[in-house]
Each structure stands twice: as C-alpha cells, then as structure tokens.
C-alpha cells in the first residue's frame, strides 16, 4: 500500500545551525506534498507545502525540496530558533489524478533546538 | 478567529458509550476531512466530504463510525459501542478544492 517514510524520528540542533528532515513516498501519482508543524496540545500547521511540477520552494527561513525520480522530499530550516522545537510531519497526497486530497503523513520528527 | 474549530476539546467515556464530536470548518471551505492520530504517529485519514456529500471512507473506519455534514457546513464524526482502541486524537481538516488542507486543534477521546 501507499506509505511515506520519515527520518529521523528524533533531531536535535543548536540553536542557529540547520535541520534537515527527509521523506521518502511510495505512490508515483502523488502530486502534492505538505508539511506541518505540531506543537503540544495543537492540530498540526501548515508551513510550506510543493507540487510535483516544482523542484523547490523557500519561504524564509524554511525551504523545501522535491526529487520526483527518487520519490524524495525534505524540508529544510536554516538559523534554527528555540520556538521551531516541535514535531514535523511531511505528507504526500494520494491518488494524484483523482485529486481527493487526501493525505498520508509521515511519522513525524521531534526536533529539539537548543538554545 | 476563523480557523477550523473542533468541540469538544477533550472527551472521556466509559467503554461502550456511544461520542459525538463536532467540526466547524473555515467558512468558505467546500472539503471537509476527519483524521484520527494516536500517540508518536502522523494523522491518518479517515473520511472526507466535498460539500454535503461524503465521497470517501477509509478502512480504517468500521462500521461503528459514522459522519456527516448537513448542509455542507459543519460535520460530526459519531463513534457508536466506543472500545478502548478508539482512544486517540481525531482532527478535522478543510480545505478550497483544490488546496492546502488546514487542521483543527482535534477532540481527544479517552476511554475508560
């Protein structure tokens, strides 16, 4: 079945050094990939998301990039700060052509910034 | 605030009752969708809506559950004869076709 892969699980930074997570999907027609930011007690908030006809996308301090060949993704944040402590959940969509919207999600990373 | 808004925020039933919980979505969003989340894991899809209609159910959902969005407008996810099992976050999400799905904060439900 369809399944996305999420490493690592857990990650912990300095503050100001970089956080890269990697997703990895099985479903050649996802088309669409968010990420969310989960915080304790709060539903998860998106924070960038890509199509499958874009290589990259940046916003701010947050950047994510997408290999279609390999089925890979990763989200990308640079100048780390103590409040992006949270967990990180990528997602792929599934059944591109039918564009159902829905989504499964990875198991999540805990990321851990230090200050 | 006109984020999607979940009631309650946390339930806590004896097994075997029967829960309701309500999600009212930002208001010019025609989908609809329920997600369940346990401990350390990612949200997994359970149903979705595209106005009134519900077009998809996961096998995830028995027959115990059931939802629905009169009116194309708010939902409620029903859990009939609840088990210890169903203890988990359910979320609820909206979105513009086709567009970035947003989250509520969820209802936790704990069995006892």
């Known amino acids: 079945g369809e399944n996305v892969e999420q490493h690592p699980s857990t990650l912990s930074v300095q503050e100001g050094d970089s956080a890269v997570i990697k997703c990895t999907y099985s479903?050649?027609?996802?088309?669409?990939f968010p990420w969310y930011k989960q915080e304790l007690g709060k539903g998860p908030q998106l924070i960038i998301d890509?199509?499958?006809?874009?290589g990259e996308k940046k916003d701010q301090r947050i950047a994510v990039t997408l290999n279609k060949t390999a089925k890979h993704f990763s989200l990308h944040i640079t100048e780390t700060q103590p409040e992006d402590s949270a967990v990180y959940f990528c997602?792929?969509?599934?059944?591109?052509?039918?564009?159902?919207?829905?989504?499964?999600f990875g198991q999540g990373t805990t990321l851990q910034v230090k200050p | 605030d006109t984020g999607v808004s979940q009631d309650p925020r946390h339930k806590i039933t004896k097994r075997g009752q029967n829960v309701t919980f309500r999600c009212d979505p930002i208001s010019e969003h025609n989908r609809l969708y329920w997600y369940r989340q346990t401990l350390g894991q990612g949200p997994e899809f359970l149903t979705y809506f595209q106005n009134e209609a519900q077009l998809e159910k996961s096998r995830l959902l028995s027959d115990r559950f059931s939802a629905e969005r009169p009116k194309g407008s708010f939902s409620t996810l029903e859990i009939q004869r609840t088990e210890q099992g169903d203890s988990a976050m359910y979320l609820c999400a909206s979105s513009w076709t086709p567009g970035p799905q947003h989250f509520g904060d969820g209802t936790r439900l704990s069995i006892l």
């Open positions: 997602a792929a969509s599934i059944g591109g052509s039918s564009n159902t919207g829905k989504l499964i």
């Open positions: 479903d050649s027609a996802s088309n669409y």
């Open positions: 890509i199509r499958s006809n874009v």
